[in-house]
């Protein structure tokens, strides 16, 4: 009963509404075209603003390497890779940062689960629950096995984006890397840091060996 009711008032309105549509087509004047529909306004994305690589001092990657030096060669390196471009080189470096420092070990407890706890046990109750599980994972995992994390990511994507890896002593490394243990680099900092590896990476072909994935 119901269907049939709900199936003769929807035809009902079809017959209403679509003379009304006919008039409404027919009192515009032929040769008026359709009006055209309200544009909507238009997402401006900012892309970040890559400086002249020419600016940029290329940093010092002359050595010769120690034994010690060779031993932490899977903590200290660099990338490069032939024929790319200071920006493709940066574009790849940028994704593999973001890649390789978006754990969810290192930043901590996601916003839905916090909500979650807060709606199930209050918000003291959540507060200390994802303070107490932060602390655990730290002491669990620790910055270092963080910073070994985002090494072996990092070398991971841009292995697999097709650029050589290098040795580098841990001064010379320092002077544009950096590690994140107890907390993300200042979005300054790092910027300043993946331009330089970027001119590196598209730079001049390195005379060491190259290490491997």
Not at 139 to 144: E, L, T, Y
Request: aromatic share 8%.
């Amino acid at each position: 009963m119901f269907s049939r009711l709900a199936c003769g008032l929807l035809a009902a309105a079809l017959v209403q509404t679509v003379p009304a549509a006919a008039q409404e087509s027919a009192a515009a004047p032929a040769g008026d075209a359709a009006p055209a529909p309200s544009a909507e306004p238009a997402t401006v994305l900012v892309d970040y603003e890559l400086p002249d690589p020419a600016t940029l001092t290329m940093p010092k990657l002359a050595f010769t390497p120690s034994p010690t030096d060779e031993a932490d060669f899977d903590k200290y390196f660099y990338f490069h890779r032939a024929d790319v471009t200071f920006a493709e080189a940066y574009a790849d470096i940028r994704e593999c940062d973001a890649l390789a420092s978006g754990s969810s070990i290192y930043l901590g407890g996601n916003s839905a689960a916090l909500a979650g706890a807060t709606a199930q046990y209050g918000v003291l109750a959540a507060g200390i629950g994802s303070a107490v599980g932060s602390l655990l994972a730290d002491a669990i995992f620790g910055s270092a096995a963080r910073r070994q994390q985002r090494r072996v990511n990092l070398r991971n994507c841009m292995g697999f984006k097709g650029y050589q890896r290098y040795g580098l002593t841990g001064d010379l490394w320092k002077d544009f890397n950096f590690e994140e243990g107890h907390g993300r680099k200042k979005e300054g900092e790092r910027d300043n840091a993946l331009e330089l590896q970027a001119l590196v990476a598209s730079g001049p072909k390195p005379v060491t060996k190259e290490l491997g994935l």
